[in-house]
């Protein structure tokens, strides 16, 4: 493939798609430089993926997929990283700051999602965003009736957590 | 409220303004260096594949035929001659064909994943465990290495008109030659798997145990 063909097909990926893309990076990074370092990253293995794409799933599920694994080893490095092998400053990320206030119930619910574990954040972004068990066991690679009973779980904390904080 | 007015938030949140905005020229600068590495990385990886594989192919074949080939020397040929020639290029080919089936079994290995979570990891500890178990590609660099070495310089020496006899060569001392062999051994089959594993082992858990996370119920 041409490189103006692949910048031309991820440019409308990108147009179309975008939020899939912040929402794993919020879900994945916590502080502003992080996310410009994710994002970058996550863009970069959505744009090398391009080639890739056969058409089988629909570019929402792929961007996820790709997405959620980039963000996923993101997050081991960021760990080594974080044990002080290697320093991470990048400030000038492709990632202007929010503009708008976030509604609470989606920062309530990102915050509930950070404290999952990585394999269930990810589980939880995409019934979130409404994807069927059957493309959520397709991105994470487990059967249905797996996803099914970690959903049922991330739904009973989610909601549990409601009831705790709206009783105090 | 409840968890369904939640997930409703979720779904109606406007993503370009929550978020911030992607600087296109910024992200479009990104992607051009890493075009520029991949590019890199590529040209280094096709003269990696030159320089190990096919340099020791081309010397070692080439001073064999300067050996078979040269004139006037019909009395001074002897049998090691084709024996130090057929090693040299025997050894350069193994190299080559040892690099090139380790590639073509990563490559098979890598496309042999899918595309989920769970391919991605799985890919991720293979790529780990090849990396920790690379012993054999050690052991025939290591020998095929040794034998051009020596091949090379010998058939120089039978090179040209009047050739030095094997007798007459100078030979390293046995005791140096052990030496340089065991400090060879030791880094290649000791201290090199230690740092490997030192490296690779935490990560192979970490990766294991998210395998785990994504079955477990």
């Given at each position: 493939m041409l490189d103006s063909e692949r910048d031309r097909i991820f440019g409308e990926w990108l147009a179309g798609h975008q939020g899939i893309l912040f929402k794993v990076v919020r879900a994945y990074a916590f502080k502003h430089a992080d996310r410009q370092d994710l994002f970058q990253e996550v863009a970069i293995q959505v744009w090398r993926s391009v080639d890739a794409y056969r058409g089988d799933s629909s570019v929402p599920t792929w961007m996820y997929?790709?997405?959620?694994?980039?963000?996923?080893?993101?997050?081991?490095?960021?760990?080594r990283h974080q044990r002080g092998k290697q320093p991470l400053e990048i400030m000038?990320?492709?990632?202007?700051?929010?503009?708008?206030?976030a509604d609470p119930r989606v920062e309530w619910l990102?915050?509930?999602i950070a404290q999952l574990k990585d394999v269930d954040r990810s589980v939880a972004l995409l019934m979130l965003d409404g994807f069927a068990y059957k493309d959520i066991a397709a991105i994470a690679g487990i059967s249905e009736g797996n996803v099914a009973v970690k959903i049922n779980r991330i739904k009973a904390a989610l909601t549990a957590q409601l009831a705790r904080e709206t009783e105090s | 409220m409840n968890l369904d007015d939640m997930i409703e938030g979720w779904r109606s949140q406007d993503a370009s303004t929550l978020y911030g905005v992607v600087d296109k020229d910024r992200?479009?600068?990104?992607?051009r260096q890493e075009q520029a590495k991949l590019e890199k990385q590529s040209r280094w990886g096709l003269w990696g594949g030159y320089v190990f594989g096919v340099a020791p192919l081309i010397i070692s074949s080439g001073l064999f035929l300067a050996i078979m080939l040269q004139p006037n020397d019909d009395h001074v040929?002897?049998?090691?001659?084709?024996?130090?020639g057929v090693a040299g290029v025997a050894a350069a080919i193994v190299v080559a064909w040892t690099l090139?089936?380790?590639?073509?079994?990563?490559?098979?290995?890598?496309?042999g994943f899918g595309d989920s979570l769970r391919d991605h990891l799985r890919r991720r500890v293979a790529q780990i465990d090849d990396a920790l178990r690379?012993?054999?590609?050690?052991?025939?660099?290591?020998?095929a290495g040794l034998i051009c070495a020596v091949a090379i310089p010998v058939a120089q020496y039978r090179i040209g008109h009047v050739p030095v006899p094997y007798s007459e060569m100078d030979w390293p001392s046995?005791?140096?030659?052990?030496?340089?062999l065991g400090l060879f051994c030791l880094e290649l089959f000791w201290w090199a798997p230690r740092r490997l594993r030192r490296k690779n082992l935490p990560r192979r858990r970490q990766l294991e145990a998210m395998l785990k996370e994504l079955d477990g119920q």
């Open positions: 997929r790709i997405a959620l694994n980039a963000a996923i080893s993101w997050t081991r490095k960021q760990g000038d990320g492709p990632l202007t700051e929010p503009v708008a206030e990102y915050a509930q | 992200l479009h600068h990104v992607l040929r002897i049998v090691w001659d084709y024996v130090v090139s089936t380790l590639r073509q079994s990563q490559r098979t290995r890598d496309h690379e012993r054999r590609l050690a052991l025939i660099t290591l020998a046995p005791v140096l030659t052990v030496v340089v």
